[in-house]
């Protein structure tokens, strides 16, 4: 789906090569100026670096504007919210690249409405929302963008520290909602900071230390030996009925 190729941001990330695989989530752990933002916006067309960037088989500089804005969707941190518009205002937003509002946007955002906690949000101002209600909003416009039954084109599906700011109730169901994504066909790739969350949903987690790729694979490749040598912090592997849980070493120290 999306293949990188010594993707390198100079004094930032890389190189990094690997795939966002089609029907996959993938979630980018790594300490804070790991890369994972780098990597992602790369990803997503909005830096230029060294190597080679591929979606579908196409450079992704390759790509128009309005082409690219089919094709994938983009979270930002701290993405900016345009002022005085209602909820429903700035949700209908994601539909200007596939002709605007239809019945099938409609229906889609009825389908994030509930898992989202979004229905008493529609009819208020972005501005008097709290920031994890701006932000419940603002990951509802970025799947509405490739939503399969709103835009048939869509791929690609990226959010840089989604659940920044959410209750657990909603950082579970943002997470449920990317694992329903992937399983639609889209590349869906998110960074996150908990790793038992990573762990637990992730097809596939890409660890970045200082730039570069420390381990990837499925959650088997987060052990004891990878958090201490990429967070330097000690701990606990307990593993039960296929789940794994990380758990800080009280007795290390640390």
């Known amino acids: 789906m ?24 993938t979630l980018l752990i790594g300490p804070n ?41 983009m979270l930002a941190q701290q993405a900016s919210l345009p002022q ?58 970025t ?7 709103v835009n048939p084109d869509g791929a690609l599906l990226l959010l840089d520290e989604p659940l920044a700011g959410l209750d657990w109730q909603h950082q579970l169901a943002t997470l449920r909602l990317l694992r329903r994504y992937a399983d639609l066909g889209l590349a869906v790739v998110a960074s996150i900071h908990d790793i038992n969350l990573a762990c637990q949903y992730a097809d596939e987690i890409w660890c970045l230390h200082r730039g570069r790729l420390a381990a990837r694979g499925g959650p088997e490749v987060i052990t004891p030996e990878l958090i201490a040598e990429v967070f330097g912090v000690a701990v606990r592997l307990l593993e039960q009925d ?13």
């Open 2 to 25: 999306l293949e990188l190729d010594g993707f390198t941001l100079a004094g930032r990330v890389g190189p990094v090569s690997g795939e966002f695989r089609a029907g996959a989530l």
């Open 33 to 73: 100026g790991s890369g994972k933002s780098s990597l992602l916006a790369g990803a997503a067309g909005l830096v230029e670096g060294e190597g080679r960037v591929r979606l579908l088989g196409k450079d992704l500089h390759g790509f128009d504007l309005s082409e690219l804005a089919r094709q994938r969707a």
């Open 84 to 141: 005085g518009l209602r909820g429903y205002e700035l949700l209908a937003l994601a539909a200007e690249p596939v002709g605007g509002v239809s019945e099938a946007v409609c229906v889609a955002m009825a389908g994030l409405g509930a898992p989202l906690g979004l229905d008493g949000l529609y009819a208020r101002h972005v501005n008097q929302l709290s920031g994890g209600e701006q932000q419940r909003l603002l990951i509802a416009r």
């Open 143 to 149: 799947l509405l963008q490739v939503d399969p039954g």
């Open 242 to 254: 296929g789940a794994r849980l990380l758990l800080p070493d009280t007795e290390a120290g640390c």
